[in-house]
C-alpha cells in the first residue's frame, strides 16, 4: 500500500495505488474498490448490509494525512482498553503510565494506570493554578450537596502580615485555616472552630526544642485547652497559658467535673483544686521525696521526707525551721516578730504583764512615822513568826527599783500593794494609800516628785488579804534601766476607814513587756 493523504468521513483520499484484499468468507458484503489517478479523485470504501458490526480492515501499513480524518466507528487494533492517545506531531500513541481511563470503574489514572479513585495522581508533586480571592494559585474543592466551595490557596504578595500565607477557606472571605509564611504560625482564626490532632486516633505532636504555647489574646473569654480520653500526656519542654486557662481533669471538660485548673487571673497566676460541677474548692495534695517551693529561682520553703519544714533553708532539722526575721500576729499592728538573732519582741497589743514586786520588810522606813514590826497571822488567828510592817494611818515606809529590760518602752505603770488586817473589822471598812515618787534617769536631772492616792479598797473579814490598785501611771516617755523610786503611805480612806493595822506584804508595780529581755544592757 502507498502512502495515505487523507481520510474524510465516509471516504478515504489517496495518491497512489490501492490493492484489494480478498475476502474472508465471514465477510458477507463486496467490498468496492477503485483507482484514481490524481489527486482530486477519491476511494470510496462502501460496506453493504448496514450490519454495525462489519469492518474495514485497513491493514499494518502506515499512513499519513493532510486533512481531517472523520468516522462514526473506528476500531484500532495494538491498543489497550481505557488507552488515552497522544500525538507528537507525526504519530499518536498511547502512554497508560501517565493518563489512563478505567473503563470499568470509570476512574482516571494520573502517573497510574490502576487507578483507585475518581482522580488518582501518583507522582511527587500537582500544580493546579486557578485565579484565587487574591489572584493567586488555588485548588478549589466544590460540595455537590452544599453550594459551600473549598479551596486551598496561596496567598499572593501585597496582602499585609498574610503575604504567601497558606489558607484553607469556605468562601471568598472565610478563613478556616491559615499558615503564615513569615513565622510558620498557624491561625484557625473562625470563631468556634477547633484545631484537633488525631481527634478518635492514637497520635503523637512532636515540639522539637521548642515550647508549647497556648496563648489567648482575650483573657476575659472563657478561652480552654482541653486535653481529655487520653491516659497521659508528656510535655518534655515548658507549657505556657497566656490569659487562658490548661485544665487538667479526669477525662471531663473544664465546664464540669474535679480538676486541677492552672491559668491567670488577669492579675497573678493560679493552681486550683476545683470541682466546676458542685462550685466548690477541693483537697490539694502534693506527693514526692520532697516538695521544694522556689521564688524566682530561689528557694523559698522546703518538706523534706522527715516531714520536717524549713523557710529560708533547705535542710530543716525539727519541725519548723525559719532562718530569717519571722512575724506572727496581724498585717502591721499587732503582732510579734522573731529576729535572725532568735530575738523576739511584741509589737502593739502582742503584750504580757509582769510584776517588779518588793518584800515589804525590805522596804525603808523614816526616822518619824514609821510602821510597827508585826508578825503575819493565819485564819486562826496563830502566830505565824514571819515579821513585816504594820500600816496606821499616816506611816509610811520608801523604796525603788529599776524598770526591767523586757520593759515595753512607753507603756503604763499600774502600782500596787498586798496586804493584811488582822483586826476584826466594824463592818464594811476602808483602806486607802497614798504614793509620791520620782522616775531617775542616767545623765538626766529628777523631774519634781508626783503624788497620786489609790481608791478605797474594802474590807469585812477578819485575817482576809487584799491588793490595792492605784490608777495606771502614764509611761510615755519611761525607758528600760530608769530608776523608779517612791514613798507609801497609808492615808485616810475616803469611806469608813478600818481601825486596825494593814500588815503589808509586797509591793511593786504591774509592766507590759515586749521582748524577751532587750538587745543590749542599756537599750531595747
Not at 38 to 62: C, F, M, R, T, W
Not at 256 to 285: P, Q, V
Not at 437 to 452: E, H, K, P, Q, S
Request: negative net charge.
Amino acid at each position: 500500500m502507498g502512502g495515505w493523504t487523507g481520510i474524510g468521513k465516509d471516504r478515504i483520499h489517496y495518491k497512489g495505488q490501492i490493492e484489494q484484499e480478498e475476502l474472508t468468507p465471514n465477510k458477507q458484503n463486496d467490498l468496492i474498490t477503485k483507482k484514481y489517478a490524481d489527486d482530486n479523485d477519491a476511494l470510496k470504501l462502501d460496506i453493504d448490509g448496514g450490519n454495525a458490526n462489519q469492518e474495514v480492515d485497513i491493514g499494518s501499513e502506515d499512513f499519513t494525512t493532510t486533512g481531517d480524518i472523520s468516522c462514526s466507528d473506528l476500531d484500532v487494533t495494538g491498543l489497550t482498553s481505557g488507552s488515552v492517545l497522544f500525538s507528537d506531531g507525526t504519530s499518536v500513541t498511547q502512554d497508560n503510565s501517565h493518563l489512563f481511563w478505567d473503563t470499568v470503574n470509570k476512574r482516571l489514572g494520573i502517573g497510574t494506570d490502576t487507578p483507585s479513585d475518581k482522580l488518582h495522581v501518583f507522582g511527587n508533586a500537582m500544580t493546579i493554578e486557578s485565579a484565587s480571592a487574591y489572584g493567586a494559585p488555588a485548588i478549589k474543592l466544590i460540595n455537590s450537596n452544599s453550594p459551600a466551595t473549598w479551596s486551598l490557596e496561596s496567598y499572593g504578595s501585597g496582602v499585609g502580615a498574610f503575604d504567601g500565607a497558606f489558607i484553607i477557606r469556605d468562601t471568598a472571605t472565610s478563613i478556616r485555616f491559615l499558615i503564615e509564611k513569615t513565622g510558620g504560625n498557624i491561625w484557625v482564626p473562625a470563631d468556634n472552630q477547633k484545631l484537633m490532632f488525631g481527634a478518635g486516633k492514637d497520635a503523637t505532636m512532636y515540639f522539637n526544642s521548642n515550647d508549647f504555647i497556648i496563648n489567648s489574646e482575650d483573657v476575659t473569654a472563657n478561652d480552654e485547652v482541653h486535653f481529655t480520653n487520653f491516659d497521659a500526656y508528656k510535655f518534655d519542654n515548658n507549657v505556657y497559658v497566656n490569659g487562658g486557662r490548661l485544665q487538667v481533669t479526669g477525662n471531663t471538660v473544664p465546664v464540669g467535673g474535679t480538676g486541677i485548673e492552672i491559668g491567670h487571673d488577669g492579675t497573678d497566676g493560679l493552681i486550683s483544686s476545683f470541682d466546676r460541677t458542685n462550685a466548690a474548692y477541693k483537697k490539694f495534695r502534693f506527693n514526692g521525696l520532697s516538695i521544694d517551693f522556689e521564688i524566682e529561682g530561689v528557694d523559698a520553703m522546703v518538706i523534706d521526707n522527715n516531714l520536717d519544714i524549713g523557710i529560708g533553708t533547705t535542710t530543716p532539722d525539727t519541725k519548723l525551721q525559719v532562718v530569717g526575721d519571722c512575724k506572727f500576729g496581724d498585717d502591721n499592728t499587732n503582732y510579734s516578730t522573731f529576729e535572725t538573732t532568735g530575738f523576739m519582741e511584741a509589737t502593739g497589743t502582742a503584750k504580757a504583764y509582769k510584776d517588779i514586786n518588793i518584800s515589804g520588810y525590805l522596804l525603808t522606813r523614816p526616822s518619824s512615822g514609821a510602821p510597827d514590826i508585826v508578825n503575819f497571822v493565819d485564819e486562826a488567828g496563830a502566830d505565824t513568826t514571819i515579821p513585816t510592817y504594820a500600816f496606821d494611818i499616816g506611816e509610811k515606809v520608801s523604796g525603788g527599783f529599776e524598770l526591767q529590760h523586757d520593759y515595753a518602752e512607753g507603756t503604763d505603770l499600774v502600782f500596787h500593794t498586798h496586804w493584811q488586817g488582822i483586826a476584826a473589822p466594824s463592818g464594811t471598812d476602808n483602806v486607802q494609800w497614798r504614793l509620791t515618787y520620782i522616775v531617775m534617769r542616767d545623765g538626766a536631772t529628777l523631774d519634781a516628785a508626783v503624788t497620786i492616792d489609790s481608791p478605797d479598797t474594802t474590807f469585812d473579814t477578819q485575817y482576809e488579804t487584799a491588793r490595792t490598785d492605784f490608777a495606771a501611771i502614764t509611761g510615755t516617755n519611761f525607758l528600760i534601766g530608769d530608776q523608779f523610786m517612791f514613798t507609801l503611805e497609808r492615808v485616810a480612806s475616803t469611806g469608813d476607814a478600818y481601825a486596825g493595822d494593814a500588815l503589808i506584804a509586797t509591793t511593786g508595780i504591774h509592766y507590759q513587756v515586749n521582748s524577751i529581755g532587750s538587745r543590749t544592757i542599756s537599750s531595747k
